[in-house]
């Protein structure tokens, strides 16, 4: 089976502007989690995606926000772009989500300038 | 609240050594998931174990051993004759039934030096 792909996985912009990132979960895979890595704050939890409906979220701002399509492929979008953005933005797929072991994808490393 | 502490912030061996990464963990829930992800400067998470809270039997796989011990809330790793091909951020997360998502430590940079 194909891994979790992303697309793309290296992007430039600045500040003010609005990003829109894409994750493919393996197939089968119903549950969509994205997750944001920076060298302060480390891996934290954005939000979950089952079945084109957002089940958990984090802490982040309104700023963030994803949706999910029918088969199952996500999207993140961040908007008015701010410095602290820049982070390495990680996809994760499983079955049903919950407590099941999540497998990431290589990741979309965003740049704010 | 759900937490993990990997209290080693990097560790540095040389080739052959064994290597032991510290977890520990805090959670008020009784069903639970502890994982260990490896993190290459590649920057994709590549699962490695899962054990669950009423598992306690450790497990060797290969070079890679766990130890998982309930009474002190930790889920340690080890890596036995370490491999330059080792090197990478190694995280430890759990997820519980009230969270239903993974919380990762700040990880262990392990650097395999030939």
């Known amino acids: 089976k194909a891994g979790v792909t992303q697309t793309p996985r290296y992007l430039i912009k600045t500040r003010g502007q609005q990003v829109t990132l894409s994750c493919s979960p393996i197939?089968?895979?119903?549950?969509v989690s994205w997750y944001q890595q920076t060298p302060g704050q480390g891996l934290q939890f954005l939000f979950e995606?089952?079945?084109?409906?957002?089940?958990n979220k984090g802490n982040f701002p309104g700023r963030f926000s994803g949706r999910q399509f029918s088969n199952s492929r996500s999207e993140m979008n961040v908007s008015t772009l701010e410095l602290g953005d820049s982070a390495l933005y990680l996809c994760?797929?499983?079955?049903?989500?919950?407590?099941?072991?999540?497998?990431f994808g290589p990741g979309t490393r965003l740049l704010v300038l | 609240a759900q937490k993990v502490t990997q209290a080693q912030t990097e560790i540095s061996v040389v080739e052959k050594e064994d290597v032991t990464l510290d977890c520990v963990y805090e959670?008020?829930?009784?069903?639970?998931?502890l994982f260990w992800y490896k993190q290459p400067p590649s920057g994709e998470l590549v699962f490695l174990i899962r054990?669950?809270?009423?598992?306690?039997q450790n497990e060797i796989s290969g070079r890679y051993s766990w130890n998982f011990q309930k009474s002190t809330s930790s889920f340690n790793f080890t890596i036995t004759a370490s491999q330059v091909v080792d090197s990478a951020v190694y995280f430890c997360?759990?997820?519980?039934?009230?969270?239903?998502?993974?919380?990762f430590g700040k990880g262990t940079m392990l650097l395999v030096s030939p």
């Open positions: 994760a797929s499983s079955s049903r989500g919950g407590l099941e072991t999540q497998y």
């Open positions: 197939s089968g895979h119903r549950s």
């Open positions: 995606y089952f079945s084109e409906t957002q089940r």
């Open positions: 959670t008020r829930d009784t069903t639970y998931y």
């Open positions: 054990r669950n809270s009423f598992d306690e």
């Open positions: 997360a759990l997820n519980s039934r009230g969270y239903s998502t993974l919380t």
